[in-house]
C-alpha cells in the first residue's frame, strides 16, 4: 500500500517563476490538506480539497496561490510569480477520517 | 483565531529517562489532537493520537493524556533511545478537520 506521494521532492525557480507541486494521496484517500514549513518552524495550514472541490482555503493567500484537486490525478498546489519568501517545505497531507498522513514534501527554493 | 502553544521548545534527556512534552489549545471544540515525529529532512510522522473522549492513551513507551477541561495535552516517552531524538509536533483539530500545530520540540536523547 504506497503512502503519500508527492513530486517533485526539490524545486529550485528564480523569482517570477510559477512552481507547480503535486499530491497524491493514499489509495483510498479522499481528503487532501498542504501544509507549509518555513525552516526551524512548525507546520501551517494552506488548503482543504476533497475531489473536485475546495473545502478550506482561509490558509492560502488570496494571490499568487491556487489548489485543484481534479476527479482524475493528483492535487496540484500552483505558486504564480514567486518570492524569495515562498521559499518552504510544503508538505500534503491525506486522510479518510481523522488521521493525517504525511508525504514526503517538496522543498521549494526560490532564487 | 485557533492556537496551540508547545514546550519546551528544545529537550534534552540521558538515554532512559523519560520526556514529556506539554501543548495547550485555545478552541473548545478541538476533538483530536495528534502527535507527529519528524526527523532532519524527513516527513512528519504520526506516533500517537487521542480523541476528546477519552483521557489516556499509551503504545508501548509513548502515552499521551488529555485534560480537556484545561485545555492539555501531553506527550510522554519512557525509556528514551538515541532514536527518539527529533523534533516532535503536537496539533489540534480545527473546524473542517485541518491540524493547528504547536510550534515543536527539539528532542535529544544523548547516548
Same mark, same amino acid.
Given at each position: ?16 517563476? &510559477?512552481?507547480?507541486?503535486? *499530491?497524491?494521496?493514499?489509495? #483510498?484517500?479522499?481528503?487532501? @490538506? ?7 518552524? #512548525?507546520?501551517?495550514?494552506?488548503? @482543504?480539497?476533497?475531489? &473536485?472541490?475546495?473545502? $478550506? ?5 488570496? &494571490?499568487?496561490?491556487?489548489? &485543484? ?16 519568501? $515562498?521559499?518552504?517545505?510544503?508538505? *500534503?497531507?491525506?486522510?479518510?477520517? @481523522? ?13 | /483565531? ?16 523519560? %520526556?514529556?512534552?506539554?501543548?495547550? !489549545? ?5 476533538? !483530536?489532537?495528534?502527535? !507527529?515525529?519528524?526527523?532532519? /529532512? ?27 477541561? %484545561? ?14 531524538? %527529533?523534533? !516532535?509536533?503536537? %496539533?489540534?483539530?480545527?473546524?473542517? /478537520? ?5 510550534? /515543536? ?7
Amino acid at each position: 500500500n504506497a503512502g503519500v506521494m508527492q513530486n517533485p521532492r526539490h524545486l529550485v525557480r528564480r523569482r517570477g517563476q &510559477e512552481a507547480r507541486l503535486r *499530491c497524491s494521496p493514499m489509495k #483510498g484517500h479522499s481528503h487532501v @490538506y498542504w501544509y507549509r514549513q518555513l525552516p526551524e518552524e #512548525g507546520l501551517k495550514f494552506m488548503v @482543504y480539497l476533497q475531489k &473536485e472541490n475546495i473545502i $478550506d482555503e482561509s490558509g492560502m493567500p488570496k &494571490e499568487r496561490f491556487s489548489a &485543484e484537486f481534479p476527479k482524475e490525478g493528483p492535487s496540484i498546489l500552483r505558486i504564480q510569480q514567486v518570492v524569495r519568501g $515562498d521559499s518552504a517545505a510544503y508538505f *500534503c497531507a491525506s486522510s479518510i477520517a @481523522y488521521e493525517q498522513y504525511f508525504g514526503p514534501g517538496t522543498r521549494l527554493t526560490v532564487t | /483565531g485557533e492556537n496551540v502553544e508547545q514546550h519546551p521548545s528544545t529537550l534534552s534527556v540521558q538515554e532512559g529517562d523519560s %520526556a514529556v512534552i506539554k501543548c495547550t !489549545y485555545s478552541d473548545s471544540a478541538s476533538n !483530536y489532537f495528534p502527535w !507527529y515525529k519528524q526527523e532532519l /529532512g524527513k516527513r512528519p510522522q504520526l506516533i500517537i493520537d487521542i480523541r476528546s473522549n477519552v483521557g489516556e492513551k499509551k503504545d508501548q513507551r509513548i502515552a499521551v493524556t488529555l485534560n480537556k477541561t %484545561a485545555k492539555h495535552f501531553s506527550l510522554h516517552i519512557t525509556e528514551t533511545q538515541p532514536e527518539d531524538s %527529533a523534533v !516532535y509536533f503536537c %496539533a489540534a483539530s480545527a473546524p473542517g /478537520g485541518k491540524l493547528i500545530f504547536g510550534q /515543536g520540540t527539539e528532542l535529544s536523547v544523548k547516548p
